[in-house]
């Protein structure tokens, strides 16, 4: 699932609320997007499998709610980068961050204390 620049700022905004939102209430967080806009790129999300969407009422008002946490939107994201550029490899990805010494001292530590938490869950 690609998400675009535009719909991203649409699932942040639904993630944020962390429940069901309304068109409206989208457009009240979002005030350089017309309505029109904010329900094509909902349309699209839903399309994509992002959102879900129900109609409100009689009138022409919906809702919206994720139907992917932005902690699993990330997970997707990384996996995907991670076998296109890097074949697979989370060695690959880590040896790039650190030739390019992005990383300081306290990243590395951090880094190293998470995957030996992740070991030792792994037992």
């Known amino acids: 699932m690609q998400i675009t ?6 699932m942040q905004v639904v993630w944020a609320s962390g429940s069901r939102i309304t068109t409206k209430e989208i457009a009240e967080k979002l005030p350089d997007k017309k309505t029109t806009t904010i329900i094509t790129l909902a349309g699209r999300l839903i399309d994509k499998g992002a959102l879900h969407a129900a109609k409100l009422g009689r009138s022409h008002a919906f809702e919206y709610w994720a139907a992917i946490s932005e902690q699993e939107y990330q997970k997707m994201q990384t ?4 076998r296109s550029i ?4 989370a060695k690959s990805l880590i040896s790039a961050l650190f030739k390019d010494e992005n990383l300081s001292k306290k ?3 951090e880094l190293r204390e998470f995957i030996n938490r992740e070991v030792d869950s792994d037992d």
């Not at 620049?5 to 649409?10: D, G, L, Q, R």
């Not at 996996?79 to 991670?82: D, K």
């Open 5 to 10: 620049k535009a719909e991203m700022e649409i």
């Open 79 to 82: 996996q995907s980068f991670v």
């Open 86 to 89: 890097h074949n697979g490899s």
């Open 107 to 109: 990243d590395i530590e």
